[in-house]
């Protein structure tokens, strides 16, 4: 190839540079699906729709689509999936990944596939594309190495977050409760306090069963004295008033 001739391949190339930027956010295509990935690159349209939100252990559905706009050929082309472990750690959740097949103009080759969020990803995914492929335009034979391309997309509730603000509702309104009878927080500290004063009551109340149990006693020992010091008063008056009387 002479000079001008790779000169004007150069330029063509750097002239389709701009159509490699990706649209995103684009029209919901249906009920709890969005459009995360929209561009076309030279000779190729891909669209990449996916599953709005989620939770943690539920499902992703997406969707995939490569469209030729000229007579193309694809060496390699993936698409993987990730997400973040505890927001951060990245994971791979799904892989989809083919090679060696033409994408002539007006061919549209789909991908979907649904799959399960691990327990402890949450926050938003992650996608890549990446593939290497040779197009037709014009009178020229391009080739494009890899190009890889990367978009957030499916949002994972922070079910874990939403569990501890539940429980520091829950703890706000147990202090609120626990200041209004005992004029405490709900510490560590002030728990401790009470605690020992529960335990000084119990000691209390053990201490003063024990001392009615005496009382009890003594109750029931003064009755039965009662009873014994009558019988005997009663039996001594009847042998009095039974002595025979003595004549002299």
Request: charged letters at 20%.
């Amino acid at each position: 190839m002479t000079k001008l001739g790779k000169l004007r391949t150069l330029i063509i190339i750097f002239t389709l540079i701009p159509a490699l930027v990706c649209i995103t956010k684009a029209q919901e295509p249906a009920e709890n699906m969005e459009t995360f990935f929209d561009s076309e690159i030279p000779g190729i349209k891909i669209q990449v729709n996916a599953t709005t939100e989620t939770r943690p252990t539920e499902n992703i559905t997406v969707m995939l689509s490569l469209e030729g706009l000229t007579n193309v050929y694809v060496e390699d082309f993936n698409l993987s999936i990730l997400g973040f472990l505890c927001g951060k750690n990245e994971v791979l959740m799904r892989n989809v990944t083919e090679s060696d097949f033409p994408l002539d103009n007006a061919l549209i080759r789909e991908y979907n596939c649904t799959f399960n969020v691990p327990q402890e990803v949450w926050d938003v995914t992650y996608g890549e594309v990446s593939l290497t492929y040779s197009a037709k335009i014009g009178n020229l034979d391009l080739k494009f190495p890899q190009l890889t391309f990367g978009f957030t997309m499916t949002y994972v509730e922070n079910v874990y977050l939403m569990d501890v603000e539940k429980r520091l509702e829950t703890y706000e309104h147990l202090n609120q409760s626990f200041w209004e009878c005992f004029q405490m927080n709900f510490s560590a500290e002030d728990l401790a306090r009470l605690n020992q004063t529960y335990w000084e009551l119990q000691q209390n109340y053990t201490s003063s069963q024990g001392s009615l149990s005496e009382l009890e006693n003594t109750r029931h020992a003064v009755i039965i004295l009662a009873i014994t010091t009558v019988f005997f008063v009663a039996t001594t008056i009847y042998m009095v008033m039974r002595k025979p009387k003595q004549y002299w």
